[in-house]
T-cell receptor
Framework: GQNIDQPTEMTATEGAIVQINCTYQ??????LFWYQQHAGEAPTFLSY????GLEEKGRFSSFLSRSKGYSYPLLKELQMKDSASYLC????????????FGGGTRVLVKP | GAGVSQTPSNKVTEKGKYVELRCDPI?????LYWYRQSLGQGPEFLIY????????DSGLPNDRFFAVRPEGSVSTLKIQRTERGDSAVYLC????????????FGPGTRLTVT
């Protein structure tokens, strides 16, 4: 089976940087996705990593280490609207890209 | 363009009843997925369609759950003899092709079984 772990909650200050760690144990790894989900809304795509390294996209970056089985997004210059759940999801080669999600990390941005 | 739509947005039903949840994917998306999300948890995979066929239904919890996609577009998730434990948000997602591509999620149907 697959095991995906991420912290349940984090608190950060407006304007700061937050890093959310996600560790996974899977076979047939075919990439890792991060989704953002505001309360009561659908998850929205943030990033996809399949190769090791950091990918940057404006205020949002995502890092992957396949050998160590972990990933993190970096959210910079935090804004109040960034308060949301952040979902780590692994895609498996033999599974038609079905996503296996972690439990999500609820990030609360305080002024 | 239009995103993934799901109806109804909310459904309250009594234990033992039958319900149907509908998903309208983004036009042209061949891959369609159903997930279930309980409060405070991540989505849990139920079933995946490639075109009209269910390519992977390994996530369906039991034989009370069934899904169809007869014309390769709209999909219906059907739950028979609902139980209180079926209460959750049912999310539908679609992607242009199968393989590691971005999945676009609908707003979900909140099912409450009383």
């Amino acid at each position: 089976g697959q095991n995906i772990d991420q912290p349940t909650e984090m608190t950060a200050t407006e304007g700061a940087i937050v890093q959310i760690n996600c560790t996974y144990q899977t076979s047939g790894f075919n990439g890792l996705f991060w989704y953002q989900q505001h309360a009561g809304e659908a998850p929205t795509f943030l990033s996809y990593n399949v190769l090791d390294g950091l990918e940057e996209k404006g205020r949002f970056s995502s890092f992957l280490s396949r050998s160590k089985g972990y990933s993190y997004p970096l959210l910079k210059e935090l804004q109040m609207k960034d308060s949301a759940s952040y979902l780590c999801a692994v895609s498996l080669k033999a599974a038609g890209n079905k996503l296996t999600f972690g439990g999500g990390t609820r990030v609360l941005v305080k002024p | 363009g239009a995103g993934v739509s799901q109806t109804p947005s909310n459904k309250v039903t009594e234990k033992g009843k039958y319900v149907e949840l509908r998903c309208d994917p983004i036009s042209g998306h061949t891959a369609l997925y159903w997930y279930r999300q309980s409060l405070g948890q991540g989505p849990e995979f139920l079933i995946y369609f490639q075109g009209t066929g269910a390519a992977d239904d390994s996530g369906l919890p039991n034989d009370r759950f069934f899904a169809v996609r007869p014309e390769g577009s709209v999909s219906t998730l059907k739950i028979q003899r609902t139980e209180r434990g079926d209460s959750a948000v049912y999310l539908c997602a679609s992607s242009l092709i199968s393989g590691p591509n971005e999945q676009y999620f609908g707003p979900g149907t909140r099912l409450t079984v009383t």
